[in-house]
């Protein structure tokens, strides 16, 4: 039997928690639209960002190493393919709606510009006149302004409750406020699920490319609690150094040791509260989806320790100033001769905002197209 969207729609209603988003009480789309005949709404959110330009770009974009670093570490695009996965296994053990974890995982690094983080910084520091830069509000920009693929509405058209778990994201800004939802509720728990595997696969794995990379050692991560943890939980082989699978071992522990411990006290924590509905766990006073104190305080730890080892390494801070100087290139000559775009951010100028519209353009660019495009801007100007 090949399944129509009502019968996918029943088995959403089959096999989800009572707490979970059901894609046919979806609120909708900004422009209205037919849903299609095999997909659920969320299904189609998720086939529209994978299509969508800016993500294709992220397989060019920093997540902790350039890209031409090397062919091993990871970019921003499978980093998204990384928490994409972690989310849809907690999806799936937690109950709630699988397709809608999965499309928040895949848009919520849309907006990044070039150079990740260091990118993030210097574009901040440019558009101060137009209230700044943050990539996950340049995220809801994308899809619901800067995609041009179809002919009614710009942006994706993507469902409220997309919409809503991508602006629910962790920031030190009120990004709910800022697009119109209520600022007094919480994410959904599928919004919750999105946002602690993103945290849980950029450490993981900045870690894991830190080991690649030598600028981090077995021997320097003995303080850790959680390295030892991992140690401790694996069945480890003396040959697994020379072969080269120790590393790769230990990092699965960590996530498979963090997932675990985010089952469990989401466990409890979904038990005390019995949410008969999403609205239940958005009006709670917080998260479901949360890691043990213990865990919180390990993550903390580690967090300090990339930072200060890695994050702050010579080798990565040589990087940033190179990437600071190109942004800077970049913006300030086509913010003085707005020809240098391509003709799509051109247009944009016209809406009396012309640092918005170069920010935008800059923010779209790759590693690679950056550094060459400011390198000939420089010959240029």
Known sequence: MIRDRGQLEKVERAILGPWALFGADSRGRAHPEAEPARRTAFQRDRDRIIHAAAFRRLEYKTQAFLNDAGDYYRTRLTHTLETAQIGRALARALAVNEDLVEAICLAHDLGHPPFGHVGEAVLDRLAS???????????????????????????????????????????????????????????????????????????????????????????????LEIWRLCEQGGAWRPDDDEAGTFRHLVIRELIGQQIEDVLSDTAIRLEALSPESSMDVQSHSEDVVVHSERFRAMKSELSEFLLERMYQHERLQAVARRARDSIEVIFNACLARPDYMPHFWRTRLANGKPVRAVVDFTAALTDRSALKLADQLSRVN
Do not use: C, K
């Open 129 to 223: 006149a137009v209230g700044g830069f943050d990539h996950n509000l340049q995220a809801w920009r994308i899809v619901t302004q800067l995609e041009n693929r179809y002919r009614g509405w710009p942006g994706l058209n993507l469902t409220w409750e997309t919409l809503e778990g991508m602006m629910r994201h962790e920031t030190d800004r009120d990004l709910a406020a800022q697009t119109g939802f209520d600022p007094g509720l919480r994410g959904s728990l599928e919004a919750q699920v999105a946002n602690i595997s993103d945290s849980l696969a950029y450490q993981a794995h900045d870690l894991d490319d830190g080991l690649q990379s030598g600028l981090l050692h077995r021997e320097d991560l003995g303080s």
